[in-house]
Every structure is written in C-alpha cells, then in structure tokens.
C-alpha cells in the first residue's frame, strides 16, 4: 500500500516557467510533510516543509500548497531555473520528530533554457 | 563542516559475502536511519534508531542489520547480501523530537551492486 502517491513522474518546464508537482496521502495521522530535492549523485536535502495547521508555506521561489481536507499537498516552483533541474520528493511522517518519512516516489523535474 | 559520511561510496561483492556499510555524523544527532533508494520506487526506509541503543525497523528491513553503540555511529550490515540488494542505500540523521522543522541530513550515498 503506497501512502503516499506522487505525480508527475517526470517534468518538462521552460526556463521563467512555473513546475507543480503533487503529492495525495492517505493517512490522517501524518503531520509533517516536507519535500526534498536530489540533484544527481548526491543526497537528498530538505527543500520546504509544512505542517497541516496553514494551507501554504512559501520561501523564495517554492511554495508548498497544503489541503488538509483533500489530503493532498503540493510544490510550485516559481520562475524555474535550470539549476533546479532534479530529483523531487514529497514525503510525511506521523509524528513530530519527521522520523519514519514516507517517500514518495519521486519527480525528475527538466528546466529547459 | 557538519555532515554525514558514508563508506564506502561504491561497491562490488558477490552473494553471501557479508559486508558493512558505515556511517557516521558529527551533528550530535539522536536520530539516525537508512535508506535504500530504487528506480521507480523512490526511497524506502530500511532501519532507524531514537538514540543510541534503540534500533527499530523500517519497510523493508529483511536481510539487513543495524547497530547503535555509539550516538555518532550507525552501520548497515548485510550478513548474506543477494542481487536485489543491488542498490543505492542512504543514511540519515536529525535532532530529537518536537521541532517545527526536523529536517534529516542525507549522506552521499552507498552504491552497492551484487553478483
């Protein structure tokens, strides 16, 4: 059972142009969702993370879109760069800490210039 | 610098052959976990641990181990190693519980490939 589904699979933006990617979950007890990026072999490093009690987070140009009652949360990418061509993923967890995070599986995200 | 270390960063064995995985941060952090990261499949926890001593399973924990001796250190260990552990493993620390943002600091990653 995959808690958490992420869509799209692979991501094709212009250069200036806006990159959404979208994350459903199904557990109600999740209260952290943050989301990662991955540039090729390296780790992945936190990018933005929210918590269910506000509906948007922004810092610089990613904002996470959150709808608590829709159990679904999103990342826009605003003006995209081709230096944010990566690996994105979204990911919850149950408790405060953000241990035991659920991945999902994953957007190659490819700003064109 | 603070930072996770892996070693090593690439390896080839053959089946059977058992091996260790090691990692360490020098973060202070309690909290520490693997990964094992898979096309199509995104990243799929294998074993965490709260603080030193105290280890717990992840999703898919069979046919790996994982000890916690001291708060830095955090070995993988593959006591049998088969071709689908054939992967690129990822260990993870962070702080302790009730921060806002608790955000886990990945190392460089382990490619492992098994014959």
């Known amino acids: 059972q995959q808690q958490v589904k992420q869509s799209p699979q692979s991501l094709i933006v212009q250069k200036g142009g806006i990159s959404i990617i979208n994350c459903a979950y199904e557990?109600?007890?999740?209260?952290?969702f943050p989301w990662y990026q991955q540039f090729p072999g390296k780790g992945p490093a936190l990018l933005i993370a929210i918590r269910p009690d506000v509906s948007e987070k922004k810092e610089g140009r990613f904002t996470i879109s959150f709808n608590k009652s829709a159990k679904q949360f999103s990342l826009h990418i605003m003006d995209s760069q081709p230096g944010d061509s990566a690996t994105y993923f979204c990911a919850a967890s149950t408790d405060q800490a953000g241990t035991a995070l659920i991945f999902g599986k994953g957007t190659t995200l490819s700003v064109s210039s | 610098e603070a930072q996770v270390t892996q070693n090593p960063r690439y390896l080839i064995t053959v089946t059977g052959k058992k091996l260790t995985v090691t990692c360490s941060q020098n973060m202070n952090h309690e909290y520490m976990s693997w990964y094992r990261q898979d096309p199509g499949l995104g990243l799929r926890q294998i074993y965490y641990?709260?603080?030193?001593?105290?280890?717990d399973k992840g999703d898919v924990p069979e046919g790996y181990k994982v000890s916690r001796k001291e708060k830095r250190n955090f070995p993988l260990i593959l006591e049998s190693p088969s071709p689908n552990q054939t992967s690129l493993y990822f260990c993870?620390?962070?702080?302790?519980?009730?921060?806002?943002?608790?955000?886990?600091?990945f190392g460089p990653g382990t490619r492992l490939t098994v014959l």
């Open positions: 641990s709260m603080n030193v001593e105290v280890t």
């Open positions: 557990n109600t007890a999740f209260d952290y």
């Open positions: 993870a620390s962070s702080k302790t519980p009730g921060l806002a943002v608790n955000e886990q600091f």
